[in-house]
């Protein structure tokens, strides 16, 4: 059974950073592709990034240089470093993977990032 676990969310001023926690089990970061994404209240859920099971990331305009996301396939988990953080990134958090054997989408519950300004 694919299972995604997302933590590291909370309340953090403007400026400050988190690191987000996407952990996985019943499939492996490293054999499929995995993506980041965030829904404001009212907004509709929006890319933050992709990672592939290669390494290779891409992210939005809006987080590029900022944002950074890496894996640590030990652990089977992605993470989503997130610095400089601004008001318009509070959202709830979601990491998906696409599991290339099945064709299907698994998604995490969401973690909750609120940025004070």
């Known amino acids: 059974q694919v299972q995604l676990v997302e933590s590291g969310g909370g309340l953090v001023q403007a400026g400050g950073s988190l690191r987000l926690s996407c952990a996985a089990s019943?499939?492996?970061?490293?054999?499929?592709?995995m993506g980041w994404y965030r829904q404001a209240p009212g907004k509709q859920r929006e890319l933050v990034g992709t990672f592939s099971r290669f390494g290779s990331t891409n992210y939005a305009d809006s987080v590029k240089g900022r944002f950074t996301i890496s894996r640590d396939n030990a652990k089977n988990t992605v993470y989503l470093q997130m610095n400089s953080l601004k008001p318009e990134d509070t959202a709830v958090y979601f990491c998906?993977?696409?599991?290339?054997?099945?064709?299907?989408?698994?998604w995490g519950q969401g973690t909750q990032v609120t940025v004070s300004s």
């Open positions: 019943g499939v492996f970061f490293s054999q499929n592709p």
């Open positions: 998906n993977i696409y599991q290339l054997t099945t064709t299907r989408t698994f």
